[in-house]
């Protein structure tokens, strides 16, 4: 396995603790690639020789209620040549989305999340003893890498397993107004605290966002900033967006980044308005799969592509104001969107 550039504390039990032997920090991510299709882009993931890459989700399409079947989805998606280059060479996490979870948009009342949980954990390598295997309540979890001020922190929630039903618009309302916008069939949910994520995990996140880090990367399965696809989205659920946002400005956490997927096509998003520092959030979906009627998103900088896709986060630690790059790339591993902000620009609290 590929030594890492810098130490990795999980939030389980399990610690690892690699030497530091570079000033930057190479990030990965990327989400929705199907187990049946091929997928070039990983030559160019594999090159880039990263410190980590993070799977946004949709990381297999299981699509089912058959775990057997299941299961080998997992193992035709393992067998990849890619999949098992990267995953040999670079350090990999892993939450789900929908598609990986058991079925299309699917939420709390999916019937097999247990054992679609245990399939999930065991092929991504998960400590026997992590709490994800036993939490009640979903399959979140951290990640704190580096030291002293020089942390970066990995928070992934889960977006699926607490999830309410989805609030539609109907399927006249969707073909007639809807479709033609490039807009998905979903509405705000109309009950007022309606969550995600359900309150034992909002208690975790608010904890988790209190640890001292320089850097706070969220990886999202669903979009969090823009608003309104009509697709799946933290839009759906307006109190949950909302929470966030409140908390980072509550506990004044600096340094918060999103990366997210699920869409099938890249972007990248700022948001300023009610917050003190600029939110940026780094859209990457997917790996195989491409969507070609991208949604308006009015929070959106720069292009975007619905071509095949992933993204990068590069820290430079060696600067007195640390600089970060967030790049989207395309199949053949060049920049079609980047963002360069320094820290200090995303860093107003004094801790």
Request: proline share 5%.
């Amino acid at each position: 396995m590929k030594t890492s550039m810098f130490p990795l504390v999980f939030s389980t039990s399990l610690a690892l603790f690699m030497p530091v032997e570079a000033m930057a920090q190479k990030i990965l991510f990327g989400s929705c690639s199907h187990q049946d299709k091929a997928m070039p882009i990983l030559n160019a993931i594999n090159r880039e020789n990263a410190d980590l890459f993070i799977f946004l989700g949709d990381n297999i399409y299981g699509d089912t209620t058959d775990m057997d079947d299941m299961a080998e989805k997992y193992q035709r998606f393992g067998k990849n040549p890619g999949i098992k280059t990267l995953r040999e060479k670079t350090p990999t996490i892993a939450i789900w989305d929908d598609h990986d979870f058991g079925e299309n948009d699917a939420g709390v009342e999916y019937k097999q999340k247990e054992s679609s949980r245990k399939l999930m954990l065991d092929f991504w390598q998960e400590p026997k003893n992590s709490p994800r295997y036993r939490r009640s309540d979903g399959i979140y979890t951290a990640y704190m890498y580096g030291e002293n001020d020089k942390k970066v922190q990995v928070i992934l929630p889960d977006l699926r397993w607490n999830r309410p039903a989805l609030n539609s618009v109907g399927m006249a309302d969707y073909q007639l107004k809807r479709k033609p916008n490039n807009m998905g069939p979903y509405s705000p949910s109309e009950e007022r605290n309606a969550s995600m994520l359900g309150e034992a995990q909002w208690q975790w996140l608010e904890s988790e966002l209190q640890k001292p880090s320089a850097i706070k990367i969220i990886g999202s399965s669903l979009q969090l900033l823009p608003e309104f696809t009509g697709w799946e989205s933290w839009a759906n659920f307006p109190s949950d967006r909302n929470r966030l946002l409140a908390l980072i400005k509550k506990h004044q956490v600096n340094g918060v980044i999103i990366i997210s997927g699920d869409t099938h096509w890249g972007e990248m998003s700022k948001v300023t308005q009610n917050l003190d520092y600029p939110l940026w959030e780094v859209t990457s979906s997917g790996l195989t799969e491409e969507w070609k009627e991208v949604s308006p998103n009015k929070h959106r900088v720069g292009k975007f592509t619905h071509s095949v896709n992933y993204g990068e986060l590069l820290i430079d630690w060696q600067q007195a104001d640390p600089s970060i790059k967030l790049s989207l790339k395309d199949v053949d591993g060049k920049i079609f969107s980047q963002q360069n902000i320094s820290l200090s620009s995303i860093s107003p609290y004094q801790n």
